[in-house]
């Protein structure tokens, strides 16, 4: 009785489906992914033997340069990031009486980076998104001085709001601030914190290499020579 030969069939897989789900993926990922807009000033902070990474979900960040210039902005959480920046944004409008408009709130929504005093802001804000940046790398940045803390206003207001949103919310107060920075600078950051009954809060800093003079220091000098 004669055998029945099986069919042999190919092996090869088609990869058209896989490519075309891994540029879909690709492509997703690169209209969904915010970048961090660029600072407004280069900041070099001063080295700490700290590793932990800061937690920049729900944080308020408040930076300084080395001439003292103070610049404030939110990072908030991508499910609550819309909702949460237009409330910031409409009661710092209504406390300060700014008269925003709609589309002036709405750049602050795209970047909430801000160092200008409050009388200038509606005329940054009604700046396209890309023209800021050179403006505030030209700004003095918020007043933080003992007669007009502007940066009090700002924090106050941010963490209000952000207690009213959701009573629960942990949120992150951060202070960047440049090594060479003089200290009325820093001063008037720490007071506008404690105007808001904010003392808990975080030093941003290079954690590369240990302060000379420190234990940590010597040890590593220590055993470099060996």
Do not use: C
Not at 84 to 100: F, P, Q, T
Request: net charge positive; hydrophobic share 35%; proline share 7%.
């Amino acid at each position: 009785m004669p055998s029945v030969k099986i069919p042999r069939k190919s092996t090869a897989t088609d990869m058209t489906p896989f490519v075309d789900v891994a540029f879909l993926i690709l492509s997703f990922f690169m209209l969904a992914t915010k970048f961090k807009p660029p600072e407004p000033a280069p900041i070099a902070t001063p080295h700490s033997v700290s590793s932990d990474k800061l937690n920049e979900a729900n944080a308020v960040h408040v930076d300084f340069d080395s001439t003292g210039r103070v610049f404030f902005s939110v990072s908030v959480k991508k499910e609550d990031d819309e909702k949460v920046k237009r409330m910031i944004i409409e009661n710092i409008n209504k406390a300060r009486n700014l008269g925003l408009t709609d589309a002036e709130m709405n750049n602050f929504q795209k970047n909430t980076q801000v160092g200008v005093p409050f009388a200038q802001l509606k005329s940054l804000l009604s700046q396209p998104v890309d023209a800021r940046v050179s403006l505030l790398q030209k700004s003095k940045g918020i007043p933080v001085d003992s007669t007009n803390n502007e940066l009090a206003t700002w924090i106050s207001t941010t963490k209000t709001t952000f207690y009213s949103y959701n009573p629960r919310l942990q949120v992150f107060y951060m202070i960047k601030g440049d090594n060479e920075a003089n200290y009325p600078a820093f001063d008037g950051v720490v007071e506008a914190m404690r105007k808001s009954d904010q003392f808990s809060y975080k030093l941003v800093t290079d954690p590369k290499d240990a302060p000379v003079g420190s234990e940590l220091y010597r040890m590593r000098e220590e055993k470099k020579s060996q």
